[in-house]
Every structure is written in structure tokens, then in C-alpha cells.
């Protein structure tokens, strides 16, 4: 249970781990234990297992999609922004199957009472259907987790505590089932885990009960009972715990006997024998006939001695640096090749924010887990809105598709949308790839100007009347490039007005005309002509020719004896006038 930010063909080795003295002191220690348990890990998979490729369900998180992130998922355009970029950047990786939190009590209704807010109830069902229909137009399974929530520090989640309080054991079992079964009859995954960390679930709800495989198997039952003879279509339904519990095996020979399809590990910690536990798990689960999930899996950047003495913010906090890349990586390239000699039914990454940016330890060493875990947060988003990917990103691709080495299918060229003196918005067409397009590079004039997921850019702070070329190319997440675009160019509207004239002089006057020349104006936006005007007073002019060409003009409308002022204003091509310059006077002989 953890706050989420968002086949290998050949034969598997350790990947190559940073030097220690990229590692920052306090984490050295911490480090060298990760990459000899990795290895060891990684080592006992290679004398077992031969290479052969499994069919695993590769899922990692739909972060922006988890109900910790509660009222923010209602928010205006949230899916479009938020969940759909994330979405199409693990598309991206060759992955066909995304894992998303589903806890109680976000599909529970009476949950809504007690919250006020009644009307709540039927958006979360329809956000949620929605995301599992993207999923499935994907062509991608749905794993979902209905357990329970857990609010971190420096998040917007909400905190569903108060009300877990409320509710004695059988209560919360019953919401639990009720939550559950919603889940399965209103969002139909393609698989429901229903308990998955006993003791984190426990403490979370302040549930004590199910912290004993007796209470556990008891929450179990009570949600099968409830979804016994409801039709849940193919859902297939699982339960399990973490590696790391005690009597783990205990757990999961227990969760076997019940009517589920599939035992669910979770895996965090790599100390001591915690990544062989899973081999172990694994040969318990298969000797009891089930089938074999793992829905959450990331390396705890812990020492021993701190197992059990940090809370999970400090714990998720750690994860966000970027000296850790090598860490990440080999532990996936471990789990991965664990989840093919296993033949797991799906496998999920649960940090995959860190597929597309990491934060920087000399920005953020020193900050708190209020503050590291919403910056990792927001530069992942904003990795996400880029197609951007980490090497852990690159890697996990590498691993589950093999390596690619064809670019996507060159675009075709953008077209205008629309566009203002200062901007344009440009569009294209989504273009192709063996395993999914991330994003697109976007040159403006020979430069790149952005990078971004989704085929719409807005170009601003542009020169008035001036002339763009556009192209764009296309990358996936293992770094290849198209070729550029054939072009679109854009010429910009000039609003802004010509320069005022200048050098106004009378050069000639009779007694019925006055003649008049000036300097000619200049503009970006060209200049269409000139306006004359003409009054008795410099506060009391009025146009006497309003389309003039030249820059010299004779009135031929004037008295004898008469005192006359004149002012020229430019215009441009669009009509948009200059200011008047300042006036001359004549009086007619």
C-alpha cells in the first residue's frame, strides 16, 4: 500500500549499477546492501530459469487515477490532463495493463452520508467508468485494488481515518464486501484484488482484527459471500499480502483455500530473505493451484536496522532521487524475469512517476517528505505532459517488448488552428509506432521549441507579422526518432498600428488649396495608407481624406483668408490606425 506518483527476449544479467561515489554519503550503506540483495536475487533467477518469455500482464500504476487522490479526481479536465497523458505514457512503454487503487470507501454510498456529500457517489462511479473504459479501448487488462486508503503527507488525498473509526469490525467488513462488489458489477476489471497488505490495511483502518491470518481470512469470506452468485462477468478475484509480514506464507495458504483465482504478492523490501520470499510465495501459491499476481512492487530504500522504525512517508520519499535509477532498474529487470519463470498473471511496477523524472538530491536533500513527495508528483506530470522518460522508464520498456530499434512513423504535417499577431495553435494527426508513440518534438524555424505527449501545441510570445515554419517528429519510450514533418509555415497578423508620420510641412497654399507633405511611416504589419485631417482649432479636426497613398496631399476645399490645421494618421493593411501627428497651421492667402 503505497502513495503512487504514475518481454525480455534475451537472457537476464545484473544491469550495471552506479559507481558508489555517485551515491550521496548517508545512502552509501544503504546502497550497497540493495545491489548485493538485487544481485543475489537476480543470480538464483539465472541458474533457474532458461530465458523462456511468458505472457505476463505488464500493469504498472494509473497513479492519477487512484481514489486517495478522492475530490481532485472530479476536478474540471482532470481526466484529459491528468489520468489520459499518464495513461498514454505507460501505453508507451509496450505495457497492456495499468493497476489502479479502487479503496474503500470510495464506491461505498453510505460513506457519503456520513461525509455529506451524497451527490459524490455516482461522479466516482462515473470517473471510474471511464477510466476503465480508456483502459479497455487501449487494449489494455484492468487490475484493480479495492483494499483501503492511505493519505500521505504533502498530498491532496483525503483522509479517510476519522471514518474508519466509526465503523466496528463487522461494518467495516460489510463496506469492504459492499465497496468491492460495486467495483466488480459497475467498473468490471479484469482482475479485483481484495486484500492485499493485511497489516498496513489494519493499521491504515485501525482495524486490528485483520492483522491475524484469522481476521484476514475472515474479511475474505465475508467479500467472496457477498459477491457469490452476483454476476462480475470475467472479473477474476484474488487476495494476498506482502512479503514482509510475518506468518507470510501462512497468509496466502490460508487465502488459497477460499474460492479466489489468484494470490496477490506485494514487494518492497529487499532486505535479508525478502526478495527469495517471493520464490517461495510463489511455490506455495502454485502448489495450492492458484495463479500467481503481483499488484505492487518497488525497492524500499531501507537498511535493516531501520525495518519497522521509519513511517512510509520517509520511506516513499527516499524513492524520488535520481542516484537511485540504477537501484530501480535492476531490481524491475530482477521482477520481471521473476514474473516470467513464475508465469505470473500480471506484474506492477508501483512507482512508475519515476518512469518519467526523478528529482534532483542536490535541490531537494534536504527537503522534507511534505515537500519531496508532491515535487515528485508534479515532475512527473510534467514529464507525462512531455512524453519524457527516465532511463528506469527507457529500461522497463526494454525489458517487457525487447529491444526496438524502428523509429515511429514519420508525421505528417501539422495543420493551423488558429492564430493571433502574437500566437498560433497548431494540430496533427497521431502517428504510429511498434509499441506506442510517447510524444513529438516540436521545431519552430530549424529549432525545437517543445516536447510534448499530445498532438495540440499553443505557440506564444511570437513577433507580429512575422513568417513560422513548423515540423514535428515523433519519439516512443525507448528514444528512437522519427524523421521531421514536411512543413507548415505561418505568416502572423500584424495588429499593431504603423508608426506615427512625421515631418509634416505645408509646402504650398493658395487662396482656395493648401498642400501638405510628410515622411512616410513604417510598420510590421505594412501600411495601407494614410488619413488627412483637417479643423479651424487643433481640438477641432475631423478626417478631410481618408484614403490617401502618397505621402503628399493637396486640399482643395479651403478658404481665402482662413486660419486651417492639419495632422496625418497612418494605418496598416487591417485598417488599424496610428495616432495623429502633432498638427501644422496655414493661413490662406
Sequence with gaps: MRFLLKLSLYTAAVLPLAAQSDVPAQYQAIYSTMTTQISAFQTVLNQSWNGAAYPVAWAPHLSAAESDNYLTLLGTNYFNNAVSTELQEIEATGAKAVTVHISFPILYQPFYTYAGASANYQQFVSFYQQVANAVHAAGMKLVVEATVAEG???????????????????????GRAQNALNVATLIQPDYLSLICEPDTESGNASQPTENSPTGALQLLETQLTALQGVNIGSVKLGAGAGTWIANF???????????????????????????????????????????IGVSEAWPDKISNTELGTLNINTIDSRDAFSFWAPIDTAFLQAMVDCAQYEKFLFFAPSYPGYFAAYLDYNTYGTDTPAQILPAAFDASSAANQAGAFTSTGSAFSTMIVGKVTTPPATPVAPTLVNSSSTGATITWVPTTDKIGVAGYNIYRNGELAMQLAHPTFYDSGLTPGATYIYTLSAFDAQGNTSAQSLPLVVVLLDLSPPSVPTNLKVTGDTTDSVSLSWSPSTGGGGVGGYRVLKGTSPSKMSITAGF??????????????TTYYYAVESYNLLGISSAPCAPVSVTTP
Design 548 to 561: 490617401v497613398t502618397t505621402t503628399t496631399y493637396t486640399d482643395p476645399y479651403a478658404r481665402k483668408s
Design 152 to 174: 500521505l503527507d504533502g498530498t491532496e488525498g483525503a483522509d479517510f481515518g476519522p471514518y474508519y473509526q466509526t465503523l466496528s469490525w463487522t461494518e467495516y467488513m460489510n
Design 249 to 291: 506464507t501462512t497468509y496466502l495458504s490460508d487465502f488459497a483455500t477460499t474460492k479466489v483465482n489468484y494470490i496477490d504478492m506485494h514487494v518492497y523490501p529487499v532486505n535479508n530473505s525478502e526478495l527469495e520470499d517471493v520464490l517461495t510465495g510463489a511455490s506455495v501459491i502454485q502448489q495450492a493451484g492458484k495463479s
